[in-house]
């Protein structure tokens, strides 16, 4: 019996981050998978399951319901080595996953779903392609950039920032068609990040 369920998509890389961070902490969990268009995701909507209408959704042994990925890393990071205690650190670690969700998303994350989710094409016309292609070169022109000082996101050990940022990060070029051979520093912390003990992959899916 386990304390945890997570509601969880499980194509989605936002869930992705939660089972990730689960699996790094050894944590057991209950998972309930919900794919975009199903009668169960579609149910929770009807029922109020998830508190923002999204996933994941992670819930507490007492029913506490939280959501929003990053929110629920910080929850499950909070006294482990996975989030900074230092102030500055820990803003830093901050910022970059605030940035995963108002400028790394939007562009990297969408420009896969709409070439990926068959009810999305409709949306992927050249221009949107185009401009989402460049955009998100731009962003991992950024992240190329930080990491060619730091070996993590947040500096000198892996963190919540990491994992936020490598749920899209990793698929952005078998998904979203971006060019990351461009990016040799983004490339190389894939790796590093890819080695660490207890990674799992997207469909490494809990029974
Ligand atoms: N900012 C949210 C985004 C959550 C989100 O948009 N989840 C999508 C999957 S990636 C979802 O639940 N879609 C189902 C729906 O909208 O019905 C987070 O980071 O958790």
């Known amino acids: 019996m386990t304390d945890l369920t997570l509601y969880s998509m499980p194509s989605s890389g936002n869930s992705y981050k939660v089972r990730m961070l689960l699996s790094f902490l050894g944590l ?3 998972h309930v998978g919900m794919e975009y268009e199903t009668p169960e995701l579609a149910k929770a909507h009807e029922t109020s399951t998830l508190p923002l209408g999204k996933l994941p959704t992670l819930e507490l042994a007492d029913g506490t319901r939280l959501p929003e990925s990053n929110a629920i890393l910080c929850y499950l ?7 900074p205690t230092d102030p ?19 562009t990297i994350a969408v420009r896969a779903a709409l070439l990926v989710y068959e009810s999305r094409k409709h949306l992927a016309t050249p221009e949107r392609l185009a401009e989402l292609l460049d955009a998100g070169h731009q962003r991992l022109a950024q992240m190329n950039s930080h990491l060619s000082e730091h070996d993590w996101i947040g500096g000198g ?4 920032a990491d994992i936020s940022l490598y749920a899209y990060t990793h698929s952005a070029g078998t998904k979203g068609g971006f060019d990351l051979d461009q990016f040799p520093n983004v490339l190389a912390w894939l790796d590093r ?10 469909d490494e899916i809990p029974a």
């Open 88 to 106: 500055i650190q820990r803003a830093k670690t901050l910022a970059w996953m605030f940035w995963e969700q108002n400028q790394h998303e939007g």
């Open 77 to 83: 990071a909070e006294g482990t080595d996975w989030m």
């Open 157 to 160: 050990a892996p963190s919540v």
């Open 28 to 30: 057991p969990y209950r």
């Open 193 to 202: 990040f890819a080695a660490l003990p207890n990674h799992v992959a997207l």
